[in-house]
């Protein structure tokens, strides 16, 4: 006889659970050996962190392509967790860039070889072209919002988003590699780099003068939800 419907499906939910769960397990696992290893770690390095043999990650993972967009979306994860209640906090223009600058540079001072193997594009998808277009598009919208409140043309929001996206990038990579300097120092650096250009910018075109260090209040809440993450 046939099992009821619901038995089987009770069933086949356990089982998607568990293979999922697995595989947070293996990708976690992979993260170590990331670690030790660096971005030209093997899956041996991989079973031997979790403590399996290889033919049991291959139960999980098509092959070495599939673990590293599991990788990259794990990279996406990390970092918007940080990024996002950063972006959200509504305190003083400074303060918010700084911290989401440290929010940014945690993740890579945390997953170095995380990040330098998602830009190699291993495995023919860029993750981080996807993020930076992402989180450009997130800060084109949240200067709008701003520039608008303060009666100023928004048209310049887009690039101006997008140019510090690549800003922030191509530090990071350069510090990543060089580290002639510690985080903070990075940060404070890039925040007052950031903070001229918007104090500059709202003072010629606007005549506004802001306070660094008093909140521009507008009602905006960041969304970033990432199309591997949905």
Excluded: C
């Excluded at 599991?70 to 303060?95: D, H, K, M, S, Y």
């Excluded at 950031?194 to 009602?219: C, F, K, S, T, Y």
């Amino acid at each position: 006889m046939n099992e009821p419907t619901g038995k089987g499906d009770a069933r086949r939910d356990r089982w998607r659970s568990h293979r999922e769960a697995r595989r947070e397990e293996f990708v976690q696992a992979a993260l170590r050996a990331l670690a030790e290893h660096g971005p030209d770690f093997g899956m041996e390095h991989v079973a031997a962190e979790a403590g399996v043999t290889k033919p049991v990650l291959y139960r999980h993972f098509t092959d070495k392509a599939d673990l590293y967009v599991a990788l990259g979306q794990r990279g996406t994860q990390l970092l918007f967790e940080r990024l996002i209640p950063a972006l959200n906090n509504e305190e003083a223009p400074v303060p918010r860039i700084r911290n989401s600058l440290q929010a940014y540079f945690s993740v890579i001072e945390e997953y170095p070889n995380l990040y330098r193997l998602l830009i190699r594009r291993p495995f023919g998808r860029d993750v981080v072209a996807e993020d930076k277009e992402l989180i450009g598009a997130t800060l084109s919208r949240l200067l709008g919002d701003y520039l608008r409140a303060l009666d100023m043309d928004s048209g310049a929001a887009e690039p101006w988003g997008h140019g510090i996206v690549g800003l922030v990038q191509n530090v990071s990579e350069w510090w990543l590699e060089r580290r002639t300097m510690n985080r903070d120092a990075v940060v404070e650096y890039l925040t007052e780099i950031i903070w001229a250009a918007i104090d500059g910018i709202v003072r010629q075109h606007g005549g506004v003068v802001l306070d660094p260090n008093e909140p521009i209040e507008v009602d905006r809440v960041v969304q970033l939800r990432p199309r591997n993450l949905r």
